[in-house]
């Protein structure tokens, strides 16, 4: 079943260093961006990272340091990739938890505004998870009776993931085909950040969703212990929770006025 779209949805799926959302760079992104007349046009980059690939991961995705030593770097490229998914809603495979996040640490560190605020972001894994409790290969064979050819390239991981969600919509009555519902019903938890440190309680409230703290309100513990706030901006955090907790830190000083 086609998917229904009332602006540009882009798929996309990137290969990596590694799996360390802060420290891991980008060596390759596939985009396919799919219109409301379900026109498609997509795009593959592959990128040199500025760092070493780990041998045991270019076994995984078959890039070598070699391959892209002479590839431009993220900052060269950042500029197209903003332009095709702007102003798009975004869909992945394991997306909400690591690409969005690993995506949005490359602009920053590249100085790209890039803000989720109003996009809306479907994770395809989390829909298989909740509907048939499993890799993107288990899913393509599941739903659409195919085998995964060339897995773990990324743009074979790409289009298979926008053929799974669509078989999904297809398979599944209780899942409404629109952009808005397949957003919410993919997401685990309603995230304030990317990476999940920081999410919304029943209350609408942002919490701390990890050590210490955890369940406490951003508010709180900027007021109680406020030298929490400047350890997270001096520790090893993605860039975009911290421009997240900013955020948050601004908005309480500026209603304070």
Known sequence: M????????????????????SKDRIVEISILKVYPNSNK??????????????SEISKIHGITNEMVINEPNFKEIGSQVKEMINNCDLGGFNSNKFDIPLLAEEFLRSNID???????????????????????????????????????????????????LEAQIEKYSE?????TFLS??????????????????????????????K????????????????WILNSDFPMYNKKILTKLRLNKLNNKL
Not at 5 to 19: M, V
Not at 41 to 54: A, D, F, G, H
Request: glycine share 6%.
């Open 2 to 21: 086609k998917i229904k779209l009332s602006k540009p949805i882009c798929f996309f799926d990137l290969e990596t260093t590694g799996i360390n959302i």
């Open 41 to 54: 046009e997509s795009r593959t980059w592959l990128v040199n990272p500025e760092i070493s690939i780990p």
């Open 114 to 164: 890039f803000d989720l605020e109003k996009i809306k972001c479907i994770d395809v894994q989390n829909i298989f998870h909740k509907m048939e409790k499993r890799t993107l290969g288990a899913a393509y064979k599941f739903y659409c009776k195919k085998d995964l050819i060339d897995a773990h390239s990324s743009k074979a991981d790409t289009l298979a993931t926008y053929e799974v």
């Open 175 to 179: 899942l409404e085909n629109n952009v």
């Open 184 to 213: 919410e019903f993919s997401s685990r938890n309603r995230t304030v950040d990317l990476a999940g440190f920081i999410i919304y309680d029943k209350n609408n409230v942002p919490c701390f969703s990890f050590g210490k703290h």
């Open 215 to 230: 369940g406490k309100s951003v508010d709180f513990i900027i007021d109680n212990e406020p030298g929490y706030f400047g």
